[in-house]
Structure formats: structure tokens, C-alpha cells
């Protein structure tokens, strides 16, 4: 099959095909990263891919290809274990994996493509014991990481948001149960199949997939930031939730939307067959779609 990556310029209708690559295997995320290139998590088959600047692909640039393991080292010496979603910190320069559905947190090194195991399956099995009997090839992760560091993420099958933090894990939202909710203890409020995750200064916004809203939670609170809870109205399914430039991204069924945080407005701004993910390189949307042959 064969991917692109298209570029939607801010403020404006032109979109540009950056690249083309053939891929014969599922991406289930991907990242920019500044004079560097995109890395795509291949889930299933245990590894990262990358394109460099000039479109070059190459596929087991981490990990080798359909070799699960949990070893850290570079290139084809590490071991990954369905590497679920992926973001980038420009802050480090490191970027970030959550794998095994939300099993470990793991952090490589651009320059030399070192992986090391931040978070291990035995922390996150205490926290959540529910993860380790699900089909992890059935698992999405959804993460993004702030100016601290502190790394964020979502498991739509557990139906919670995680945050990561010098060494300690905790369950910030969500009860398990697949319903809307709210409650004045914000991790027994609810969620409903979470699909994207991003952040504006201390506050996370979580893409509430199942329950057809954008929740925004804050140090004190949880409210309802976009859409109609429980009903198909402007928002849909949304997931991959991204934020640039006052503007939050996330892709609805086959449409990338917009919403204005200034009151600008809201609408589509891009349709495609099949997109995989989207992404921003601190400017631009970034779009990764699929051309099935």
C-alpha cells in the first residue's frame, strides 16, 4: 500500500503532498520531528519507521521489523513491544512511546536511535491490572508530552487517561466504565472509548471519542470544551486531537475539523479516504493518509 503525508497551510486552502512512500504494513501513529523527519509507529509489527527530509523511508529504523521484545539499545539491537502511539518533545529532543496498550513508557534519543525503558509492565500492571488480559494488538494509544516532560496518554480500552511524571504514574481521568460523567473527583468521571489527547499550558484536552465531544480538564475541574455528549451533532468520533496556532485538529471519520479557540469559527478542513493520523509541525497540520492500491 502507499502513504503520503500532506501539508494543510494555516489561514489557507493549499494543501501540498509532501511525500509518497510504499509501506506494506498498518501505521498506527506518527510525529514530526524539526530537521529530522516523521517516525510512524508500526504496532503490530513491533517497530518505528522513519522518513527523512528528502522522503527516504526506512522501515525498522527502531526495532526490528516483527521481532516483539522489551530490550532497550539502538536500531535493530532494541526490542519493542507493539509500539501503540508516539510524540516528540522539542524541549529534550527526545521522543516518547507508549507501548503494550499503555504497558510501558519508553524514550529514545533522535541522534542515536537509543531506546530506554522509562516505565516497565510491572508499575502499570499494580496501576491497572485490566490492560495485561487484553488483545494488545487491539490496543490504541493516544499521548502527547509537555514543557516538563511529564507524558500524557490515553487507552481507549480501559476507557482512563494516564500521566507519567519523574517516576510515578498515575490515573488522572476516567472510571472504566464507557459512559459520559462528570464528578468533583475528576478521575471517577467517565469516558467513552478516549481516542487523543493534547494540551494548552497546565490544561489537558481529552477527544472523548464514543461520547461525540472534546473534554478540557483543568487542575480543579473537568468540563465539556466541544461538541454534544452522547448525541451526533458537530463533532462525531473524534481522535487524534492536535493544537497549533489557536486552533484544535482532530479527525472525524473520513474529515479533519477544525475548532477556533478565539471564535473564529469551526468547520472541515480537509477530507480524505483513508487517514491514518494527523500531527502539526508547530505551524501546519500534517496529515498522514493512506492510498490502499
Not at 512512500?21 to 508500526?42: E, H, S, T
Not at 527502531?62 to 535493530?76: A, C, P, Q, V
Not at 507493539?82 to 512511546?97: E, G, H, N, T, W
Amino acid at each position: 500500500m502507499s502513504y503520503r503525508l500532506v501539508k494543510s497551510l494555516f489561514g489557507t486552502s493549499n494543501k501540498n503532498v509532501i511525500c509518497k512512500v510504499d509501506l506494506p504494513y498498518d501505521v498506527n501513529d506518527f510525529c514530526f520531528i524539526p530537521n529530522f523527519g516523521y517516525l510512524l509507529a508500526l504496532r503490530d509489527n513491533h517497530c518505528i519507521s522513519r522518513i527523512d527530509t528528502d522522503g527516504k523511508l526506512t522501515i525498522s529504523w527502531l526495532g526490528e521489523l516483527n521481532k516483539e521484545g522489551y530490550e532497550d539499545g539502538n536500531s535493530h539491537f532494541a526490542r519493542l513491544s507493539y509500539p501503540s502511539s508516539i510524540c516528540f518533545s522539542l524541549q529534550s529532543k527526545k521522543a516518547f512511546v507508549i507501548e503494550s496498550g499503555g504497558a510501558s513508557v519508553r524514550s529514545f534519543d533522535i541522534d542515536t536511535a537509543y531506546i530506554t525503558s522509562l516505565l516497565g509492565t510491572p508499575v502499570i500492571s499494580r496501576l491497572e491490572k485490566g490492560v495485561s488480559k487484553l488483545p494488545l494488538k487491539d490496543i490504541n494509544t493516544f499521548c502527547c508530552v509537555d514543557q516538563r516532560q511529564q507524558i500524557f496518554w490515553t487507552i481507549d480500552k480501559t476507557n482512563k487517561c494516564y500521566k507519567f511524571y519523574q517516576g510515578d504514574v498515575t490515573n488522572i481521568l476516567g472510571n472504566g466504565k464507557a459512559t459520559y460523567s462528570v464528578s468533583s473527583d475528576v478521575s471517577k468521571s467517565s469516558l467513552n472509548k478516549p481516542s487523543g489527547i493534547a494540551m494548552i499550558g497546565d490544561n489537558i484536552y481529552v477527544a472523548d471519542t464514543a461520547n461525540h465531544c472534546i473534554r478540557e480538564l483543568s487542575k480543579k475541574a473537568i468540563r465539556l470544551f466541544y461538541g454534544t455528549p452522547m448525541e451526533v451533532n458537530l463533532v462525531n468520533t473524534p481522535s487524534y486531537l492536535k493544537y497549533v496556532n489557536g486552533l484544535f485538529y482532530f479527525l472525524d471519520g473520513l474529515d479533519v475539523k477544525y475548532y477556533s479557540l478565539s471564535g473564529l469559527g469551526n468547520g472541515i478542513l480537509y477530507t480524505g479516504n483513508n487517514i491514518v493520523a494527523i500531527d502539526t509541525d508547530g505551524k501546519d497540520l500534517l496529515i498522514l493518509e493512506r492510498e490502499d492500491a
